[in-house]
T-cell receptor
């Protein structure tokens, strides 16, 4: 069964450093998302991406965040200058088409900022 | 702002019993609701969904009920098994509000042997 994959599973970085989280969505999907989950809290929407552009972003997704689909398979989330409060699980998700609302989630990347 | 929330943070049930997990939502215009299961260290996994024009939907051992009058959603798990132990999230989707899912805070289901 096709699945969303994410790398790395765990990323440790120092405050102020740049990180890139990588995702490979399901191959025939058209919509891509990043969510984050701070430990013990609910999953929060960050950004959605469709047709090679951001379709929506939350207030969390400030100028320090960016997304890119550099080729036909990868979808990345970049944080330019990490802060302690960026420590969280970051989930990538993808969705097939307009008629289907179901989003398939990857296993997540745990980001720890020290 | 609009939000989706859960009544109980932790639910403990005996193996074989039925479980009921509840969720309240505040956006009456939401079109679509999903229940996700999240096991420790993993991403949310789709369990079952329901559209706003339905009251009930059944899957394998799971049933979702939607009461739009009181904006309440529930997940019923029949004959709960140890493998059902996880955090369960409800999420809502509003087509007029963009592409995102809005998640509730989660309920930890613990199945006791």
């Amino acid at each position: 069964e096709p699945e969303v994959t994410q790398t790395p599973s765990h990323q440790v970085t120092q405050m102020g450093q740049e990180v890139i989280l990588r995702c490979v969505p399901i191959s025939n999907h058209l919509y891509f998302y990043w969510y984050r989950q701070i430990l013990g809290q609910k999953v929060e929407f960050l950004v959605s991406f469709y047709n090679n552009e951001i379709s929506e972003k939350s207030e969390i997704f400030d100028d320090q965040f960016s997304v890119e689909r550099p080729d036909g398979s990868n979808f990345t989330l970049k944080i330019r200058s990490t802060k302690l409060e960026d420590s969280a699980m970051y989930f990538c998700a993808s969705r097939a088409r307009d008629a289907s609302y179901e989003q398939y989630f990857g296993p997540g990347t745990r980001l720890t900022v020290t | 702002g609009e939000s989706v929330g859960l009544h109980l943070p932790t639910l403990s049930v005996q193996e074989g019993d039925n479980s009921i997990i509840n969720c309240a939502y505040s956006n009456s215009a939401s079109d679509y609701f999903i229940w996700y299961k999240q096991e420790s260290g993993k991403g949310p996994q789709f369990i079952i969904d329901i559209r706003s024009n339905m009251d009930k939907r059944q899957g394998q051992r799971v049933t979702v009920l939607l009461n739009k009058t009181v904006k309440h959603l529930s997940l019923q798990i029949a004959a709960t098994q140890p493998g059902d132990s996880a955090v369960y999230f409800c999420a809502e989707y509003f087509t007029g509000g963009g592409n995102k899912l809005t998640f509730g805070t989660g309920t930890q289901l613990k199945v006791e042997l």
